[in-house]
Structures are given as C-alpha cells and as structure tokens.
C-alpha cells in the first residue's frame, strides 16, 4: 500500500512539473510572438515556428501543443502582424493601444486564455480588397487589349499599310 501511495505521489509530482514545464514554454511562445509582431516585419510564421522549434529543442508537435499558434497553412503563410491582427484580434488592439510592457502583456494573455481563432477577424476587408485587386488587374487587360485592338484596327484601314498594298498587288 505505502508503495502505491509513493508511487502516486511521485506521478502527481511529474505531472505537476509537467504542467509547470508547460506553463513556461507557452510563456517563452507568447513573448516570442509579441516581439515578432515588434520586429519581424517581413518574415512568415512559418520562419518565425521554425526558429523557435530549434531555439527551444521541441518537436512540432510539441509545438502545436501550445495555444496561440498558427495551425492552418494560410496562418502559416502570414507575417507575425498579419497573424496576430487577424487570429488574435484582442491581443492586437492591446499591442496598438495601450503602452504596456511585455511583462503586462504576458500576464492580461494568461489571465484572458486568449486562444487562435479559426477565421480572420476582417475577412469582410480582406476579402474586399482582394476582390477589388482582382477587378483592378481585369480593367488593366481590358484596357490593354482595346488599346491593342486599336492599333491593328489602325493599321487595316491606313491607305499607306503596306501589308494590304502587298496583298492586293499579288490579287492582280
């Protein structure tokens, strides 16, 4: 019995420095993150999961353990600001808002569980913007080709075009 009871014991220790070991590793991701979202502006999260996987020695799966973290290819593909305004829209309005230091920030994240939504929180305006991109580069062809076609129009209908003198002489 007392050897169950030490055995026990022992497993609830491991699990608790599990849980601490946790605990500080998601830490070390969130001041990660928020410096990313200072610094590497043109980096992707895909750079920046990289990084921290060999900064820290862990696996990826190890990795996706943790929360706030871009599980999806297109929240991969993104920059930290990206990321983080559109997948953790409370925790961008406090890095632009407030003058807090990362140690505050660290402490209203653990306290507010804030995790990685599935959706952008501007879809609306991303998707609008790429609708009116792709509208823009159509109006950019469409021009193009009417200006094209004026031209060989312009070229038919010239009395000194030598294409069409050279094929009505070879008529006769």
């Known amino acids: 019995m007392e050897k ?16 601490a070991h946790d605990d500080m590793l998601q830490e070390i991701w969130d001041r990660y993150l928020i410096s990313a979202f200072k610094s590497l502006a043109r980096v992707s ?3 920046c999961i990289a990084r921290f996987i060999d ?6 799966e190890r990795f996706f353990e943790l929360k706030r973290v871009p599980r999806y290819y297109r929240q991969q593909r993104c920059t930290p600001t990206r990321f983080v305004a559109a997948y953790l ?15 505050q920030l660290i402490a209203w994240i653990a306290k507010n569980n804030i995790t990685t939504s599935d959706g952008m929180s501007d879809q609306r305006k991303a998707s609008s913007e790429q609708r009116e991109i792709k509208h823009s580069k159509q109006i950019d062809v469409r021009n193009t080709l009417e200006i094209k076609g004026y031209f060989e129009n312009q070229d038919i209908y010239k009395k000194s075009n030598w294409s069409r003198v050279k094929s009505v002489r ?3």
Do not use: F
Request: glycine share 2%; no cysteine.
């Open 55 to 60: 900064q820290e020695h862990i696996t990826m």
């Open 89 to 103: 829209p409370a925790l961008n309005e406090k890095l632009w808002d407030t003058n807090w230091s990362v140690d």
């Open 170 to 172: 070879a008529k006769r």
């Open 4 to 19: 169950a009871h030490k055995r026990s014991s022992l497993d609830d220790l491991l699990g608790l420095m599990h849980e």
């Open 45 to 47: 999260m895909s750079i």
